[in-house]
């Protein structure tokens, strides 16, 4: 899972994900249509702006996350979101959220938590490109929070083997 928030730590690659997620929603169900909630490659290029081998390079990097499914046809590939992945993300990040470390929440996470869950579902692209910012950010919070961790716990147990060895 660390390999997951590497790749979402990117800002491109978040602004990907929440055009593929717009796309997704705009489209209603996975049923309504064989390709519903696909993106081109060429679309992609122009809202982001950027060029063709950079939004590639990105959803390679999507793709091999699981985070993109690809459809070949021709010379062509079309996008489209898997968001699995993200929901083994949110069951881990889950516990670290609803966590009360000092008693209270901190005023902008209690916005957050308002905008995310207080029944603004992503029913419409404005509000899908919100909430998946919103995951974007809390996810990359959450993971430098959790890689400080374990940087500390790491660097306690080197000490703490160096001087059971002494």
Do not use: C
């Not at 519903?36 to 390079?57: C, F, I, M, N, Y």
């Not at 881990?92 to 308002?114: N, R």
């Not at 959450?142 to 961790?149: P, T």
């Amino acid at each position: 899972m660390a390999d997951i928030f590497s790749v979402i730590a990117d800002p491109t690659r978040r602004h990907l994900l929440e055009l593929l997620l717009e796309r997704y929603t705009a489209a209603g169900s996975a049923e309504a249509a064989p390709h519903a909630g696909e993106s081109s490659v060429s679309e992609l290029v122009h809202a982001l702006d950027l060029s063709q081998p950079t939004v590639s390079k990105h959803l390679k990097v999507l793709r091999d996350a699981g985070l993109v499914a690809v459809r070949e046809e021709g010379q062509h590939r079309y996008y489209k979101l898997d968001a699995s992945p993200l929901e083994e993300v949110e069951d881990w990040a889950i516990p670290f959220l609803s966590a009360d470390f000092d008693g209270s929440l901190k005023d902008d996470d209690a916005e957050w938590a308002d905008t995310a869950v207080g029944g603004h579902t992503p029913d419409a692209a404005g509000s899908a490109s919100e909430f998946a910012r919103n995951v974007g950010r809390t996810v990359a919070t959450s993971s430098h929070q959790a890689r400080a961790v374990v940087e500390d716990l790491q660097a306690n147990a080197t000490k703490l083997v160096s001087r059971l060895r002494k």
